[in-house]
T-cell receptor
Framework: DAGITQSPRHKVTETGTPVTLRCHQT?????MYWYRQDPGHGLRLIHY???????DKGEVSDGYSVSRSKTEDFLLTLESATSSQTSVYFC?????????????FGPGTRLLVL | GENVEQHPSTLSVQEGDSAVIKCTYS??????FPWYKQELGKRPQLIID?????GEKKDQRIAVTLNKTAKHFSLHITETQPEDSAVYFC?????????????FGTGTKLQVIP
């Protein structure tokens, strides 16, 4: 597996509380992504980053924000968690299509919002 | 935006038989098509990929074909084994505004019956 870790791996929280998920890479890849995975929907892009401090929205970005202050770290924040944000969250890294195109995924974070 | 449809959603085969999973995409700008395998509770991992300038690619028991005109691509697994049981995702990828945009299919759950 590529050098990608996610923390925490599991989290239970209550509606209305803020939650931050961390993705850490040791591969020095330029691109980092946050996806959520739900039954019947596959993997849907929340936000992505194309460099330090450079981020943009994906298809399901409402209720989420991100930050990337260092190449190796990409944080996903749920400002005020809702039950609809219960999901498995995967971080991914890539060198982009110019670098081959393969995305490498982290181990995932299971989030339950009560 | 890009839309990727994947069929079937579930597939059961006898050990030793072949399995075929099909995907269609909508945007002719997509030029990279990876396939990921996800075992239960694990992260998605790349098993094979194909680029738009190639019609077919094979790696041992796994092959992928691409028909750019029809905008569809397929995964073929021959001589299936119980360890092939997993969820398989197709994806279509393109350059979009300077980053690698990836759209995933909704997944196929493959069960190989011993």
């Amino acid at each position: 597996d590529a050098g990608i870790t996610q923390s925490p791996r599991h989290k239970v929280t209550e509606t209305g509380t803020p939650v931050t998920l961390r993705c850490h890479q040791t591969e020095n890849h330029r691109y980092m992504y946050w996806y959520r995975q739900d039954p019947g929907h596959g993997l849907r892009l929340i936000h992505y980053s194309y460099g330090v401090k450079d981020t943009d929205k994906g298809e399901v970005s409402d209720g989420y924000s991100v930050s990337r202050s260092k190449t190796e770290d990409f944080l996903l924040t749920l400002e005020s968690a809702t039950s609809s944000q219960t999901s498995v969250y995967f971080c991914a890294i890539s060198e982009g299509l110019a670098g081959g195109g393969t995305q490498y995924f982290g181990p995932g974070t299971r989030l339950l919002v009560l | 935006g890009e839309n990727v449809e994947q069929h079937p959603s579930t597939l059961s085969v006898q050990e030793g038989d072949s399995a075929v999973i099909k995907c269609t995409y909508s945007d002719s700008a997509s030029n990279y098509f990876p396939w990921y395998k996800q075992e239960l509770g694990k992260r998605p991992q790349l098993i094979i990929d194909i680029r738009s300038n190639v019609g077919e690619k094979k790696d041992q028991r796994i092959a992928v074909t691409l028909n750019k005109t029809a905008k569809h691509f397929s995964l073929h697994i021959t001589e299936t084994q119980p360890e092939d049981s997993a969820v398989y995702f197709c994806a279509a990828s393109m350059n979009s505004g300077g980053y690698q945009k990836v759209t995933f299919g909704t997944g196929t759950k493959l069960q190989v019956i011993p």
